[in-house]
């Protein structure tokens, strides 16, 4: 069965709206989420490092203060992108993370598709 | 930064075995070789992963190298619906993945 939920799975919004996606870890306590995006035709890029109760760690070129992160619990961590922009419009992917290290694989949610209009 | 190199698209066809390369000259010694696949409009899958040896799953094989630089996915009987981007990555166990273009593998009836 699923071990990541992801929501919401699509959403379309107005430009300058602020979009928060939920991303659960179902299997497992999280102890550090990673967030990607993915453009067209493009690759996943990741887009920062969240650990329960620490600040992100955001990847270079990403705005933290435009893709706020928080991971406030082991099993639940949110993205908000903030005055959201067409160019703001890509599939967002989390992934959660054991912190216990070893060599398990990763599972990812199924995404979220964001249209800014 | 994606240490992987990979063809860009692959066809194959249906029931028979589909062969992923994948270099990884640079490799670390502690770094696995994971394997995931992005069906459209989905998060990337998990397919297998190993360190040095030879592994295998009901999904697929993983052959690895002796010398550790490169790496072939092997699906045995390939079917239309693994039609997908296959990525095949290095990383050290617990770190974080970076993505490389993967392979665009297409499955023809």
């Known amino acids: 069965g699923a071990v990541v939920s992801q929501h919401p799975s699509w959403v379309i919004c107005k430009s300058g709206t602020s979009v928060k996606i939920e991303c659960r870890s179902l299997?497992?306590?999280?102890?550090?989420m990673f967030w990607y995006r993915q453009f067209p035709k493009q690759s996943l890029m990741l887009m920062a490092t969240?650990?329960?109760?620490?600040?992100?760690?955001?990847e270079q070129g990403v705005e933290k203060d435009k893709f706020l992160i928080n991971h406030a619990s082991l099993t639940l961590s949110t993205l908000t992108v903030t005055s959201a922009h067409p160019e703001d419009s890509s599939f967002y992917i989390c992934s959660p993370a054991r912190g216990t290290g070893g060599d398990q694989p990763q599972h990812f949610g199924d995404g979220t598709r964001l249209s800014i209009l | 930064d994606a240490k992987t190199t990979q063809p860009t698209s692959m066809d194959c066809a249906e029931g028979r075995a589909a062969n992923l390369p994948c270099n990884h000259s640079t490799i670390s010694g502690n770094e696995y070789v994971y394997w995931y696949r992005q069906i459209h409009s989905q998060g990337p899958q998990y397919i297998i992963h190993?360190?040095?040896n030879n592994e295998t799953n009901e999904m697929a094989s993983l052959i690895i190298t002796e010398d550790r630089k490169s790496s072939t996915l092997i699906l045995p009987h390939a079917t239309l619906r693994d039609t997908a981007v296959y990525y095949c990555?290095?990383?050290?166990?617990?770190?974080?993945?970076?993505f490389g273009t993967g392979t665009s593998l297409t499955v023809i009836p």
């Open positions: 190993g360190l040095k």
């Open positions: 299997d497992f306590q999280a102890t550090t």
């Open positions: 990555i290095v990383r050290v166990a617990g770190n974080q993945f970076y």
């Open positions: 969240s650990n329960e109760g620490s600040k992100a760690t955001y």
